[in-house]
């Protein structure tokens, strides 16, 4: 079963594994990868790097983050998020895409990632690096890990643990 997992931040990311769950490919907001290319002003995916990304291998499920607003964060924060995940809910939708929101914490608990009072990065991280030894996760010309690729990554293996 191929999946596509979705981290739809402003940092985030698009990931594809296959039936195995082995890392296809990804793609991020604010960083040019191979065809898929962002906006050239902005961290938002361009509409036309999400549909053929989407659609080059018609994957058997989406599972996009779901999103929710924290206590702390203003109506242009709050709009910009739930933009984000609607593009992405209506371009699977156009495109005739299964697809499923996944809540952080139900995403964070199929992968082991629960960070249980550490930096819910990290944990993803590290266990993004358990399961994927061979990929590096510091993308060219970066110091840091991209934690919307790892987000993604971990987002479409819990698909793929829940669908296969």
Same mark, same amino acid.
């Given at each position: &079963? +191929?999946?596509?997992?979705?981290?739809?931040?402003?940092? /985030? !990311?698009?990931?594809? %594994?296959?039936?195995?769950?082995? @890392?296809?490919?990804?793609?991020?907001?604010?960083?040019?990868?191979?065809?898929?290319?962002?906006?050239?002003?902005?961290?938002?995916?361009?509409?036309?790097?999400?549909?053929?990304?989407?659609?080059?291998?018609?994957?058997?499920?989406?599972?996009?983050?779901?999103?929710?607003?924290?206590?702390?964060?203003?109506?242009?924060?709050? &709009? +910009?998020?739930?933009?984000?995940?609607?593009?992405?809910? /209506? !371009?699977?939708?156009? %495109?005739?895409?299964?697809?499923? @929101?996944?809540?952080?914490?139900?995403?964070?608990?199929?992968?082991?990632?629960?960070?249980?009072?550490?930096?819910?990065?990290?944990?993803?991280?590290?266990?993004?690096?358990?399961?994927?030894?061979?990929?590096?996760?510091?993308?060219?010309?970066?110091?840091?890990?991209?934690?919307?690729?790892?987000?993604?990554?971990?987002?479409?293996?819990?698909?793929?643990?829940?669908?296969?």
């Amino acid at each position: &079963m +191929s999946v596509i997992g979705i981290d739809p931040g402003l940092k /985030g !990311a698009m990931v594809a %594994l296959d039936d195995n769950g082995a @890392l296809l490919w990804f793609c991020c907001a604010d960083y040019d990868c191979g065809p898929f290319q962002r906006y050239a002003q902005g961290k938002r995916f361009a509409p036309s790097a999400v549909r053929d990304f989407l659609s080059h291998d018609r994957p058997d499920i989406v599972c996009i983050e779901q999103q929710s607003g924290r206590p702390a964060q203003g109506r242009g924060s709050l &709009m +910009s998020i739930a933009w984000q995940q609607g593009f992405f809910e /209506g !371009a699977c939708m156009g %495109l005739e895409l299964p697809f499923v @929101l996944a809540r952080p914490q139900a995403w964070r608990k199929s992968v082991n990632a629960q960070s249980n009072g550490e930096n819910p990065k990290d944990v993803s991280l590290r266990v993004a690096e358990q399961l994927y030894p061979d990929v590096n996760f510091v993308l060219p010309g970066r110091r840091k890990p991209h934690d919307g690729f790892v987000d993604a990554l971990l987002i479409a293996r819990h698909a793929w643990k829940e669908n296969r």
